[in-house]
């Protein structure tokens, strides 16, 4: 598959089950799916939409290439949340250029706060995150997610 054009588009109610499908198996390769991802993928419109929340997806043509969450905690504060990349294409730029989409869009809103929260055998997740400009740092909130033991708030491009 080529990645030459792929384009970072809103969500569109046509792109959910695709959102649904590649968060899912992401979460069956590496964890469990959890109550809560089953309700947010399943509603994102309700969980995500209509609190505030963005979603983007990186497509070519027809093809959904990856996806991405930015949820809002309100005050400013925004959540940067269910990020899958098609496994044939993974390494090749999409993720990155989802993440730094939500880094825009959070810029772009007057965001005070970005953050994630991922795991430790996420390894080039967490590499790419700190490229980007995340930091670790000690979660201040209790996480929703049982896999979740790593903690990063964005600090601005270094």
Not at 96 to 103: D, G, M
Request: proline share 4%.
């Amino acid at each position: 598959m080529s990645l030459d054009g792929f384009e970072i588009v809103p969500y569109d109610k046509k792109y959910q089950p695709v959102f649904y499908e590649l968060n899912i198996a992401w979460l069956e390769e590496y964890f469990k799916v959890e109550s809560i991802d089953e309700a947010v993928l399943s509603d994102p419109e309700t969980y995500i939409l209509s609190k505030g929340g963005e979603i983007l997806f990186a497509v070519s043509g027809t093809m959904v290439l990856g996806v991405v969450a930015m949820k809002t905690g309100g005050d400013g504060v925004f959540e940067l949340t269910k990020l899958a990349v098609d496994p044939n294409i993974r390494k090749g730029g999409i993720g990155r250029a989802l993440c730094e989409k939500v880094i825009e869009r959070f810029q772009a809103r007057d965001g005070k706060l970005l953050y994630l929260e991922t795991n430790t055998l996420l390894k080039n997740a967490i590499r790419l995150y700190h490229k980007i400009g995340f930091k670790e740092l000690p979660n201040p909130i209790d996480s929703p997610y049982e896999r979740s033991n790593y903690y990063m708030e964005w600090q601005g491009n270094t």
